[in-house]
């Protein structure tokens, strides 16, 4: 995918690292990840993928748009679902190839499609490896709306 003419191409590493202009940098399927936080709490969201039209769009509208994987797709955060992304504050990591957006969340408040707040809503045992399959441990037990009725 083709870089908008309002994404300056990248230059030489010093510029990038230490410069003022933004030049992002997607891999070879023409996406970069985003980090999303809840600007208030600071808590990790969700962790999703834009193409040049996504970026572009949320820097434009100052609401989420994410490219989908899985439907190879623009997707605007909540325009079904009503849970709307507004953007507070992008920031990109030094090199430029990564985005953290910090976003106030509208609707019902969630950010996965599966109805909780966060999309990391399970956690993972660290410490030895068990005999048996890894067991997931609910962090969050309330989903913030059905899914079901939704989509």
Same mark, same amino acid.
């Given at each position: 995918?083709?870089?908008?003419?309002?994404?300056?191409?990248r +230059?030489?590493?010093?510029?990038?690292?230490?410069?003022?202009? %933004? $030049?992002?940098?997607? *891999?070879?399927?023409?996406?970069?990840?985003?980090? +999303?936080?809840?600007?208030?709490?600071?808590?990790?969201?969700? %962790? $999703?993928?834009?193409? *040049?039209?996504?970026l572009a769009r949320t820097i434009e509208t100052g609401e989420a748009y994410y490219w989908s994987r899985s439907r190879s797709e623009l997707w605007h955060k909540g325009a079904?679902?009503?849970?709307?992304?507004?953007?507070?504050e992008m920031r990109t990591d030094c090199d430029q190839d990564t985005i953290l957006m910090k976003v106030e969340m509208r609707g019902a408040k969630a950010a996965c499609h599966v109805?909780?707040?966060?999309?990391?809503?399970?956690?993972?045992?660290?410490?030895?490896?068990?005999?048996?399959?890894?067991?997931?441990?609910f962090r969050e037990n309330k989903k913030l709306f059905d899914p079901d009725s939704v989509y």
């Open positions: 995918m083709p870089q908008r003419p309002y994404f300056a191409l +230059t030489a590493d010093l510029d990038i690292e230490t410069g003022t202009v %933004f $030049a992002p940098k997607f *891999d070879g399927k023409g996406l970069i990840p985003v980090v +999303t936080t809840e600007a208030n709490s600071g808590e990790v969201v969700m %962790f $999703a993928y834009m193409n *040049d039209e996504a079904t679902s009503g849970n709307v992304q507004r953007v507070v109805g909780y707040r966060s999309c990391f809503y399970r956690s993972i045992a660290v410490g030895a490896l068990p005999d048996e399959a890894l067991e997931l441990t």
